[in-house]
């Protein structure tokens, strides 16, 4: 079946340590998303790619980066992670177009110790 | 952004009809009704979506009234699986902004 996958489920980091997370894709979608979602909140969109077209939110800090080396991965780094960034992280695909559907992988817990 | 209103939690016995409400009175004419739920510790599944008509799918039906300003998810059948966050989004361009959402508690 195709779909997103994200690896690990659960990734523990040390306060300050870098930390990868990485999502892949079989539904060859050009558009890939990373959000954010803290406890009891919603799902906040930290950036998303367009091909290679990277595309950043307004307020998506500093230290968190994105990379896609080709259409089906996508990886996020977070360079100093802090004790706030401890976060559900999901990643999402689509096709191009408002009517397009966006499909999401099953997150990523993140720890910061 | 076009911004949505919904009710914060509410209940449905198993096996009823669940109707979930949305309030969109700023909704422009482009713009989509995206449904999404979160079962939890999930990543958000896509449920239905809509411009002016109403849709059906295997899950969900959409009713859009017809002035657009709000419309109503509704899950025929509900079942004590489809206890979830639900969210329901206007959707502009590749973005979804995702508000609170309601919990939808179904029970036995």
């Known amino acids: 079946d195709a779909m997103v996958i994200q690896n690990p489920r659960y990734q523990v980091t040390q306060f300050g340590k870098p930390v990868t997370l990485s999502c892949s894709q079989t539904?060859?979608?050009?558009?890939m998303y990373w959000y954010q979602q803290k406890s009891s909140q919603a799902p906040k969109l930290l950036f998303h790619?367009?091909?290679?077209?990277?595309?950043n939110e307004a307020d998506t800090p500093d230290n968190f980066q994105s990379r896609r080396p080709n259409t089906s991965f996508c990886f996020l780094d977070i360079r100093s992670p802090g004790l706030g960034d401890a976060a559900m992280y999901l990643c999402a695909t689509s096709s191009p177009g408002v009517q397009e559907t966006q499909y999401f992988g099953p997150g990523t817990r993140l720890l910061v110790l | 952004d076009a911004k949505t209103t919904q009710p914060t939690s509410m209940d449905c016995a198993e096996g009823r009809a669940a109707n979930l409400p949305c309030n969109h009175s700023t909704i422009s004419g482009n713009e989509y009704v995206y449904w999404y739920r979160q079962i939890h510790s999930q990543g958000p599944q896509y449920i239905i979506h809509g411009l002016k008509n109403n849709e059906t799918n295997e899950m969900a039906s959409l009713i859009i009234t017809e002035d657009r300003k709000s419309s109503t998810l509704i899950l025929p059948h509900a079942t004590l699986r489809d206890t979830a966050v639900y969210y329901c989004i206007v959707k502009y361009s590749n973005k979804l902004v995702f508000g609170a959402g309601t919990i939808l508690r179904v029970k036995s």
């Open positions: 790619y367009y091909d290679k077209d990277f595309n």
């Open positions: 539904l060859n979608h050009n558009v």
